[in-house]
């Protein structure tokens, strides 16, 4: 996008890579008017950016301690299976059981005991780890509310590249695309007629913020 100042006004228009576009110009004002709109569609109040961060926290402190119980259980099952080698080595030695027999039963456990710490690897690593990009997405929304107050533009601008691709004017009118988690946003608040308020977050927690919280997030 290519911006010119002509008779004290800033003016921007799309530029092609190879040659200059047919589109007129468009001037600030309208553009920014056209910016504002999109952010006040995924702006969050600091009051509901508290409550839904509030609820993250308690997430993740029911996400510990239920990780915590399962562990527990896993890390007392490969003792249980340890104990259990070694009653089965025992009777091998005695000839309780045959090399066949022995082989087979030792063979289970020992996959059982790679699958109980492939289980706690996979909980210390990714019980919660989804709660930081959910706050970080959270908070920008937030910022989304904040640069709508202040009206800077360059930090709207810096913001829309953030979370989004593709910046196009057309028909005087600025498109680009956002973000899944952005354009749901922008979706749900178009669909209620107002702006994203804590219920809306209560019905996504249940349900997605996690998903849109993950990799798409971090892209």
Excluded at 188 to 207: G, I, M, N, T, Y
Aim: overall charge negative; aromatic content about 8%; charged content about 30%.
């Amino acid at each position: 996008i290519t911006a010119e100042v002509q008779k004290g006004h800033n003016y921007y228009r799309c530029t092609k890579k190879r040659e200059m576009c047919s589109q007129k110009y468009v001037r600030e004002e309208m553009l920014t008017e056209q910016v504002k709109s999109f952010l006040q569609k995924v702006s969050l109040s600091n009051q509901d950016t508290e409550k839904v961060l509030h609820e993250l926290d308690k997430d993740e402190q029911k996400a510990k301690s239920s990780s915590r119980e399962i562990l527990q259980n896993l890390k007392s099952e490969i003792i249980d299976i340890g104990v259990k080698l070694d009653k089965l080595l025992s009777a091998y030695l005695d000839e309780i059981v045959s090399t066949e027999e022995y082989a087979a039963q030792k063979q289970k456990l020992l996959s059982r005991k790679v699958e109980c710490n492939e289980e706690i690897i996979e909980i210390e690593n990714g019980s919660v780890s989804w709660l930081e990009p959910a706050r970080e997405f959270v908070k920008s929304l937030n910022h989304a509310s904040k640069l709508v107050q202040s009206g800077d533009k360059s930090e709207m601008t810096t913001f829309l590249k953030q979370i989004g691709s593709n910046h196009i004017l057309f028909d005087k009118s600025a498109s680009f695309s956002p973000k899944i988690q952005y354009e749901l946003a922008a979706e749900r608040s178009e669909a209620d007629s107002s702006h994203l308020q804590f219920p809306f977050w209560r019905r996504v927690q249940d349900s997605n913020l996690q998903a849109l919280a993950g990799p798409s997030f971090q892209d």
